[in-house]
């Protein structure tokens, strides 16, 4: 695929013309991050679930009592954007959910990554997907986003492509969050936590696979073992 980009500094746009399907399913590199799963148990009581995010872990675990359901690293917020601490509880969950200041300007075959207040004048505009949306703050939630080794989100927490389904059928609206700078359970089950390939060098998707649906769809089959 071909592909042209402009930077233009005074608009702050990355301005992309790309040609191609609007689906990417990559390769190589892209391929071994595809990859990456971990597996998760259904709950026996659904009502007991509740969710502890270990900041310095990176790392949220989720558990029925003393039972881990689902232990999956996660990317937390900088420095100057932080996850919140606290105790919360997730009050919306939205497969298709978009970011509604930042994402893509976008007017026939271009697109521009930017944020809405600097969206040129006469082009359409979308919001970064954000899929799996569990939201447990105002503005602060878990979503599949890219997977790095070190805080790099503004404050929201990532998952991974193929463990945030699995996140989103553990949960519901009302289950408790707590997020801390550790949580006990790194000591035991967040010891050796298998981590995907760090994103960064990872090039990114073409912004018409973000334009359309293909990454709220681009995860394996999210599966869930039965609870013992």
């Known amino acids: 695929m071909k592909q042209l980009t402009i930077i233009f500094a005074s608009a702050g746009l990355v301005l992309v013309s790309c040609s191609g399907p609007g689906g990417y399913t990559g390769s190589g590199s892209h391929a071994q991050y595809a990859a990456y799963d971990l597996p998760a148990r259904r709950p026996s009581d659904p009502?007991?679930?509740?969710?502890?995010?270990?900041?310095?872990?990176?790392?949220?675990?989720?558990m029925e009592g003393d039972t881990p359901l689902l232990v999956m690293p996660v990317s937390i917020g900088t420095p100057s954007s932080p996850t919140?601490?606290?105790?919360?509880?997730?009050?919306?969950?939205?497969?298709?959910?978009?970011?509604?200041?930042?994402?893509?300007?976008?007017?026939?075959?271009?697109?521009?990554?930017?944020?809405?207040?600097?969206?040129?004048?006469?082009?359409?505009?979308?919001?970064?997907?954000?899929p799996y949306w569990c939201e447990f703050k105002q503005h602060y939630g878990f979503h599949t986003g890219w997977m790095k080794p070190y805080p790099c989100t503004h404050g929201c927490i990532r998952m991974h492509e193929n463990v945030a389904p699995k996140f989103f059928q553990l949960v519901r609206v009302g289950t408790p969050v707590h997020i801390a700078s550790t949580q006990p359970e790194d000591a035991t089950i967040g010891r050796d936590i298998p981590r995907?390939?760090?994103?960064?060098?990872?090039?990114d998707y073409p912004p018409q696979f973000y334009l359309g649906v293909g990454y709220f769809t681009k995860h394996k089959k999210p599966t869930l073992q039965e609870g013992s």
Do not use: C
């Open 47 to 62: 009502g007991k679930v509740r969710v502890k995010v270990s900041l310095k872990n990176q790392a949220a675990y989720v």
């Open 84 to 130: 919140p601490r606290g105790s919360y509880r997730i009050f919306k969950k939205e497969h298709y959910h978009r970011a509604n200041s930042h994402g893509y300007a976008y007017k026939g075959n271009q697109a521009a990554k930017t944020y809405l207040n600097k969206k040129p004048a006469g082009w359409k505009f979308k919001g970064t997907p954000m």
């Open 196 to 203: 995907p390939p760090d994103a960064n060098p990872l090039p």
